[in-house]
């Protein structure tokens, strides 16, 4: 009788053990999670910089459609428009300097 409980307890045993292997090992299992959390994780941090930079999008916009500083700065930083009677002076300095031997 003694030897059927023993089989019997051993067969539970396995049991187990299968039920835990699937439990960490399996699909779905613990290292499943700890893979997901991780890349959830990577999601939220990505997720996050975009906000910020759409918050930053959305702040740019109001003031171009309710100022029209932001646009005169566009203007003249992008496009390099002045304004009417204005005179606009762009420094160039060469890109090697000139030697005394080249001078006449």
Do not use: C
């Amino acid at each position: 009788m003694t030897r059927g409980i023993r089989r019997l307890l051993w067969s539970l045993v396995l049991v187990l053990a299968a039920l835990q292997y699937g439990l960490w090992f399996g699909r779905g299992g613990r290292l499943d999670v700890q893979e997901v959390r991780d890349q959830i994780a990577a999601q939220s941090a990505s997720n996050a910089e975009f906000a910020a930079r759409n918050r930053g999008l959305a702040a740019e916009v109001m003031d171009l459609k309710e100022g029209l500083d932001a646009i005169e700065e566009l203007a003249r930083s992008e496009m390099g428009m002045v304004r009417h009677n204005e005179i606009f002076f762009q420094m160039i300095e060469p890109a090697t300097p000139v030697s005394e031997k080249a001078l006449p």
